[in-house]
């Protein structure tokens, strides 16, 4: 199954731009139906702040987008304020050895400076 | 709005069982796929299995299939994930998601399984 590599961390100052990367073989291959990304913070569940490569749900500020180029994700935070610190993980659906299969990177931590 | 609440969780030896329950509120649904989702506390993310809207379709992870049952009672609005043959390294936070289109737009506040003698 596909492997999902992330920084462990990432570090920025206040108002910076912050950029998170996802790389793995199938990000951009066939029955790899998008990339998705989630916040998690401390003592809470997860929540999904980007979904297929590039959309946002509803409430999620526009400074949070996502893109996709080859096999390469990325997820930037702009004007990065002491609130978006917290752990970071893509995930992709694909299908394996004919089966769907959900993969997690092994998730960033940003930390705000 | 959207609610998952998941029960069940607590401390059972290595080889045991265990039930894990999550009761929806605010969709419909059988309009939806429902998964588990588990974390070892201070870890990463790991899909454990898949429910199709019907019940009738599953898919699991390689670390838990043939031990671990997901099903669905979609008159009750609830998911199940029924747990046997436990090892130490299933510990971990279980969550209760609800998936859209490949990805997961919703999650419960979890449920800890401790696996331990």
């Known amino acids: 199954s596909s492997v999902l590599t992330q920084p462990p961390s990432v570090s920025v100052a206040p108002g910076q731009t912050a950029r998170i990367s996802c790389g793995g073989d199938?990000?951009?291959?066939?029955?790899?139906?998008?990339v998705h990304w989630y916040q998690q913070k401390p003592g809470q569940a997860p929540v999904l702040v980007v979904y297929?490569?590039?959309d946002r749900p509803s409430g999620v500020p526009e400074r949070f987008s996502g893109s996709k180029s080859g096999n390469l994700a990325a997820l930037t935070i702009s004007r990065v304020e002491a609130g978006d610190e917290a752990d970071y993980f893509c995930?992709?659906?694909?299908?394996?050895?004919?089966?769907?299969?959900?993969?997690f990177g092994g998730g960033t931590k940003l930390t705000v400076l | 709005e959207v609610q998952l609440v998941e029960s069940g969780g607590g401390l059972v030896q290595p080889g045991g069982s265990l039930r894990l329950s999550c009761v929806t509120y605010?969709?419909?649904?059988?309009?939806?796929?429902m998964n588990w989702v588990r974390q070892i506390p201070g870890k990463g993310l790991e899909w454990v299995a898949d429910?199709?809207?019907?019940?009738?379709?599953?898919y699991y992870a390689d670390s838990v299939r043939g031990r671990f049952i997901i099903s669905r009672d979609n008159a009750k609005k609830s998911l199940y994930l029924e747990m046997n043959n436990l090892r130490v390294e299933d510990t971990a936070i279980y969550y209760c998601?609800?998936?859209?289109?490949?990805?997961?737009?919703?999650w419960g506040q979890g449920a800890l399984v401790t696996v331990s003698s």
């Open positions: 998601v609800k998936s859209f289109s490949f990805h997961f737009d919703s």
């Open positions: 605010g969709f419909n649904f059988d309009d939806y796929e």
């Open positions: 429910v199709s809207m019907s019940g009738r379709t599953t």
């Open positions: 199938n990000i951009g291959a066939r029955g790899v139906e998008g």
């Open positions: 297929d490569d590039s």
């Open positions: 995930q992709v659906w694909e299908t394996y050895n004919n089966r769907a299969n959900w993969v």
